[in-house]
């Protein structure tokens, strides 16, 4: 089967850093999406990582390792904003799209 | 401002009866997906849409079934509605089949099956 697990809840405090695991096992990968959703509202695209290493983007940078089945979502200098629920989804050999739980951040003052 | 709009935003439905639900892609896209959202749990994929053809299904009944138009407007029909079927539906749009691009997602329809 496809599983993609990421934690369910992290709590941060504001102007900290925090990172987001998420690991994955799916027949076939053509690449790593990380969304953000906040409650009540659509996911808003962060990332796309379909070769292995760090992008950078802003406060926000997405690492991919494609041996060991594994990403994270890199937060900085975190603000209030940043209370979100945020999705890891993997592309699999049909190219769809499988989706994590999500891992609902909430930053503490 | 992404685009896509959905209608209606939240609906109440009893068991038994058969919803339609309705997207508005974003402009130049040709391609819609739908996904299942239940409270708490990331989106599933219900189906695929490529210049009105469905391309891709995932592992829902078959009394979930959808449309694409020639607009690229898209529906989600859902017959013999079940209690489990409660949930956020999301519609989102891309350009070609391989959704190697961003999503763009619509706000949702809340659909509550009593």
Known sequence: GQNIDQPTEMTATEGAIVQINCTYQTSGFNGLFWYQQHAGEAPTFLSYNVLDGLEEKGRFSSFLSRSKGYSYLLLKELQMKDSASYLCAVLDSNYQLIWGAGTKLIIKP | ?114
């Not at chain 2, 009394?63 to 690229?72: A, C, D």
């Not at chain 2, 529906?75 to 070609?96: P, Q, R, T």
């Not at chain 2, 997602?105 to 099956?113: A, I, K, N, Y």
């Open chain 2, 1 to 114: 401002e992404t685009g896509v709009t959905q209608s209606p935003t939240h609906l109440i439905k009893t068991r038994g009866q058969q919803v339609t639900l309705r997207c508005s892609s974003q402009s130049g896209h040709n391609t819609v997906s739908w996904y299942q959202q239940a409270l708490g749990q990331g989106p599933q994929f219900i189906f695929q849409y490529y210049r009105e053809e469905e391309n891709g299904r995932g592992n829902f009944p078959p009394r979930f079934s959808g449309l694409q138009f020639p607009n690229y407007s898209s529906e989600l029909n859902v017959n013999a509605l079940e209690l489990d079927d409660s949930a956020l539906y999301l519609c989102a749009s891309s350009y070609g089949t391989e959704n190697t691009g961003e999503l763009f997602f619509g706000e949702g329809s809340r659909l509550t099956v009593l």
